[in-house]
């Protein structure tokens, strides 16, 4: 056999392992960053799944009438501000009537938790036929007692280094070994705002309050995106401005996120004097970072409609508005859809912004209108992870568990309507 052709077998043997060789390569990478994301979110979940689970203890509370209502008229903003804390002390007293010192009585009053008492006036008010009655309920646990049972105490430390003492952890074994203690379903985390107190806490203010700032970033972004986009795609010149235009463009999509922080804290704050701390200066800070990536998009989607479609329309007679509204806009619509989607992902992720314009506030209640005052799930999460309590801990670690499943579902929408009304030529 001739030298060149041994020579060319060789050649073609070494870039096929070459090739084999890049292609385990590609895998091995692919695996390794797999392996990393599954890593990330076990430790989340490890670490958050225990809170859709909150500690509960049962109690016999007397509705106390002379105490409660000795008018008895009823009123409900009474009922609702009326001092319900004897009510717990006697019952926690006829459980445990062993403690008889002053400090253990504080001490035992603190395995319930606080939001027990506001429990209490929430149902009065609902029902004022309670008052008189005698009613067996289950009420919060304090978050330290939740955490000894969900077994995130650890009782072999010295009892000066816990914050739950030995006589806590007797009561609460008592109550466990009598059934008057179990874990619930927490509703709470699901159907409340933030609270001082870990076991109060819910992320139901900060998921709305995220909510109405993509729904004000959505209004504004979409359509001037889309726009701009139209426009400079289909009917701007190419000129020296235009060019500046689109230069610009790519450059603020690569802008840190805390810079518009700084332009709506100088501008919708400082200058037209918008509410603080509220979804609607959000959704325009938000729209403002999340427009160069949406024209981005949309360009690259109008760019790759054929051109003879639009030749085609313009041929039978079609305006070039018509054209673009009629043809070229609609079979571009799934990559505009999908960047517009993946745009405000990143949107509902981002939290520096946020912070700059106020939405970092302790926010109990729920906001009802885009000019409430409100945080995000992001800037919960920010919170949550800087308090010092260690019930915080758990909560942290669900409410990115929520975050995620929610860009997951964004994410998985846009391929979704991608593969839905995306057309081959």
Known sequence: MPD??????????????????????????????????????????????????QTHIQLD????????????????????????????????????????????????????????????GEMVQKNPNLIGTSQRLWLPASAEVDLYMKGKVDVSLEEELRRLKNKEINWVNQLKAQGQIKKKFNTRFFT?????????????GAVIGSAFSLLVCFTIAFPLGLLTAIYLEDFA??????????????????????????????????????PRSTPLVGGMVLALMTLPTIIIAARASLRSVPNTIREAALGLGASKVQT??????????????????????????????????????????????????????PVQIFLWADSPEKGFVERTAAAIMVLLSFLVLMNLLAVFLRKKLQRQW
């Open 4 to 53: 060149y052709a041994l020579n060319t077998s060789e050649n073609t043997r070494r870039r096929h392992i070459k090739e084999v060789r890049f292609q385990w390569v590609g895998r091995i990478a692919i695996l390794i960053s797999l392996g990393f994301l599954a890593l990330m979110f076990i430790a989340i979940s490890v670490r958050g799944y225990s809170v859709f689970e």
């Open 61 to 120: 509370i007397f509705f106390d009438e002379a105490h409660l209502d000795p008018s008895g008229a009823r009123d409900p903003e009474m009922l609702l501000i009326a001092d319900y804390k004897p009510l717990l002390t006697t019952a926690l007293q006829r459980r445990f009537r062993e403690v008889q010192e002053r400090r253990e009585k504080r001490r035992l009053y603190k395995i319930l938790s606080r939001g027990a008492v506001f429990a209490l």
């Open 192 to 204: 409340k705002g933030d609270s001082r107190e870990p076991e109060l806490s819910g992320i139901l």
């Open 237 to 274: 010149k190419k000129t020296l401005l235009t060019d500046l235009i689109e230069i610009n463009i790519n450059n603020l999509a690569a802008v840190p996120s805390i810079v518009f922080g700084l332009l709506g804290l100088s501008i919708f704050l400082g200058v037209f004097h918008l």
């Open 324 to 377: 673009t509204f009629h043809h070229t806009v609609p079979l571009a619509m799934p990559g505009i859809l999908t960047g517009t989607i993946l745009g405000m992902a990143g949107a509902l992720g981002e939290t520096a912004p946020l912070l700059m314009i106020g939405m970092v506030a302790f926010i109990v209640d729920v906001p009802q209108g885009i000019t409430d005052v409100a945080t995000s799930l």
